[in-house]
């Protein structure tokens, strides 16, 4: 996925707790995204790719990919 896509639904998420919320300063949008555990999508990106690599390495999967 593009940066710019990330960053743009990165941005739409951070508009829907200011509507939620109520509020308008970015700080305070991170904060309460962090107590109530929704992570930046490039983290969830990450952690999900890190997860299906190693599912793929721990059923020795990988072999058909690069033989």
């Known amino acids: 996925m ?3 896509n990330i960053l743009s639904l990165d941005n739409c998420i951070n508009r829907a707790v200011f509507n939620i919320f ?6 305070v949008v991170k904060t309460i995204c962090y107590f109530d555990g929704l992570p930046e999508l ?5 952690q999900r790719h890190l997860k299906f690599v190693n599912k793929l390495l721990d059923s020795n999967q990988y072999a058909r990919f690069f033989y």
């Open 2 to 4: 593009l940066h710019s």
């Open 22 to 27: 109520g509020i308008s300063d970015k700080d």
């Open 42 to 46: 490039s983290v969830l990106m990450e």
